[in-house]
């Protein structure tokens, strides 16, 4: 009998053991990554700035690694959806997230109730690329400049609308900044992505947004908008004859968009390695600087540490504009 038992015993671990090599080990799957497609999270809709960058970046990526790279739009409440559903993600390598600095740096500032806290729950990869804004209003306004729009603003209180991709966002955080400093109210109505306020602004729902150039540079061209400013320190080439807040009379004013690459917190060292690796070598590439150029925005490629401190950065500058302008939090 107790033969018998043991014989038992034998086979139940000889069978335990033939379990545990049906499968590669965790640490063998991290090793073998990656051995099937990569899910790319996009917070904004098909069609705008972060789609078409993050598009740009998928392809190469895609190649780079072996695996298809499939970049899955879940947009709403300003990007934080579907950034909140990577920061919940399983750190195993197969999740991404391209976002821009909206939900990663200002949504905590404006939002108690926010699912996620970006500098404790996602992995920086990369600072992929930046670019100013631009502010545009509807060239049936004739403006001609920001002295122009603020005269208008007081003259006729509460006439003016503006867009934004969302509260917190790049663009309407600028524009609030800029109220602020130059004393006048607008209204604020926020969009899912570039291409909606595109789209009101045309049909005359907002007159007024501030954009990453891309999407407004054919419109402007046509004349169906007017730029009045541009957000960076220094002219854009692309617009070359549109002057700066800075140069009329709004000193150090500065508000970029930029756009990153991360992971959920937990992603192995050995994946973050690679990931950081081939994602700046796509980035210095002579393609993708041509496809990212005609966007208006220009490469960065940091490095994780390098986001991780950007990130920190911006976080403290923002809230200080937030402060500031009197933004209050949901």
């Known amino acids: 009998m107790a033969e018998q038992g043991w014989a038992s015993r034998r086979q139940l671990l000889q069978l335990g053991a033939g379990f545990c090599t049906l499968g590669p080990t965790w640490a063998q799957q991290q090793a073998l990554w990656p051995t099937r497609a990569i899910k790319l ?18 392809e190469p990526l895609s190649q780079a690694l072996g695996q298809p790279v499939l970049v899955d739009n879940r947009a709403g409440a300003g990007g934080n959806i579907g950034t909140a559903s990577v920061a919940k993600s399983v750190p195993d390598g197969y999740t991404l997230l391209f976002t821009t600095q909206g939900p990663l740096v200002t949504a905590p500032l404006l939002n108690r109730r926010l699912p996620y806290e970006p500098l404790k729950d996602l992995q920086p990869i990369s600072w992929i690329a930046s670019a100013p804004n631009v502010l545009v209003a509807d060239a049936k306004l004739g403006l001609r400049d920001t002295a122009d729009l603020i005269r208008r603003a007081k003259a006729r209180r509460g006439e003016l609308n503006y867009g934004s991709v969302g509260q917190g966002s790049a663009s309407h955080l600028a524009m609030e900044a800029f109220m ?23 049909s005359g729902l907002i007159q007024l947004a501030w954009m990453v150039p891309g999407p407004a540079l054919s419109q402007l061209k046509a004349g169906r908008l007017q730029a009045l400013g541009v957000s ?15 140069e009329q009379g709004f ?3 500065e508000a970029l968009s930029w ?34 150029l005609a966007q208006a925005f220009s ?14 950065a911006e976080r403290k500058r923002w809230g200080q504009v937030i402060q500031a302008a009197g933004v209050q939090p949901e």
């Open 299 to 312: 490469v960065v490629g940091a490095s994780p540490e390098g986001l991780a401190l950007h990130m920190a």
């Open 180 to 202: 602020a400093r130059a004393g006048i109210s607008l209204t604020h109505v926020p969009f899912a992505g570039f291409a909606q306020v595109l789209n009101a602004l045309l």
């Open 251 to 253: 000193k150090d004013f």
């Open 41 to 58: 999270v996009v917070p904004f809709p098909g069609g705008s700035s972060p789609d078409l960058v993050a598009r740009a970046l998928a």
């Open 232 to 246: 960076s320190l220094g002219r854009m080439a692309a617009l070359a004859d549109v002057p700066t807040l800075a």
């Open 259 to 292: 756009q990153a690459l991360l992971a959920p917190a937990g992603l192995s060292p050995a994946i973050l390695k690679r990931l950081s690796a081939e994602v700046q070598r796509i980035v210095r590439s002579d393609e993708f600087r041509s496809r990212l």
